[in-house]
T-cell receptor, first 114, second 110 residues
Framework: EAGVAQSPRYKIIEKRQSVAFWCNPISGHATLYWYQQILGQGPKLLIQFQNNGVVDDSQLPKDRFSAERLKGVDSTLKIQPAKLEDSAVYLC????????????FGQGTRLTVV | RKEVEQDPGPFNVPEGATVAFNCTYSNSASQSFFWYRQDCRKEPKLLMSVYSSGNEDGRFTAQLNRASQYISLLIRDSKLSDSATYLCVVSRGSQGNLIFGKGTKLSVKP
């Protein structure tokens, strides 16, 4: 079974630039999560999708972050404009059934904002 | 109070030691509980789910106390390969958001 695919693996941008991350979840998984993990901390939930609908985006800084999952499969997360404090690993995860089943993670995108 | 709180760590133990991690959660409506393991610069991976009756997988035992809103993970006979960060994960009520603790780092020394 193919795992969660994310790209790019690494990205370095200057502050105020924009960046986009892509995620393709495990086939058949209706729930997709985006997490932000800052060094030394646990993953922080940014947004959760159930199919193509948003379940929870309460922790998403909506003035600069946006995410979509138009066809209920793959998803993109965008930051515009980026700030220094956005430097982190952005992890995408998917699960078959929200809140019940384990979430499987992609390898993440390591973002450095300089 | 944070939604999920873990022992701050780090835990430095010799091989063969028994080590216990504790975790508390604030949402009494939480339904699902997990322990994940995260190696340095890698993604988190499920170690084990935590059931009300408690469960064991080899050297690992997980316990859940709903009344106290407390979860634990016990590792017996620690191996060098157990060195990692252990993350406590709790579902947030009916929406099922998976909320992670900060993690506890374990270093097993020879």
């Amino acid at each position: 079974e193919a795992g969660v695919a994310q790209s790019p693996r690494y990205k370095i941008i200057e502050k105020r630039q924009s960046v986009a991350f892509w995620c393709n979840p495990i086939s058949g998984h209706a729930t997709l999560y985006w997490y932000q993990q800052i060094l030394g901390q646990g993953p922080k939930l940014l947004i959760q999708f159930q199919n193509n609908g948003v379940v929870d985006d309460s922790q998403l800084p909506k003035d600069r972050f946006s995410a979509e999952r138009l066809k209920g499969v793959d998803s993109t997360l965008k930051i515009q404009p980026a700030k220094l404090e956005d430097s982190a690993v952005y992890l995408c995860a998917s699960s078959h059934q929200q809140g019940v089943d384990e979430a499987f993670f992609g390898q993440g995108t390591r973002l450095t904002v300089v | 109070r944070k939604e999920v709180e873990q022992d701050p760590g780090p835990f430095n133990v010799p091989e063969g030691a028994t080590v216990a991690f504790n975790c508390t959660y604030s949402n009494s409506a939480s339904q699902s509980f997990f322990w994940y393991r995260q190696d340095c610069r890698k993604e988190p991976k499920l170690l084990m789910s935590v059931y009300s009756s408690g469960n064991e997988d080899g050297r690992f035992t997980a316990q859940l106390n709903r009344a106290s809103q407390y979860i634990s993970l016990l590792i017996r006979d620690s191996k060098l390969s157990d060195s990692a960060t252990y993350l406590c994960v709790v579902s947030r009520g009916s929406q099922g958001n998976l909320i992670f603790g900060k993690g506890t780092k374990l270093s097993v020394k020879p």
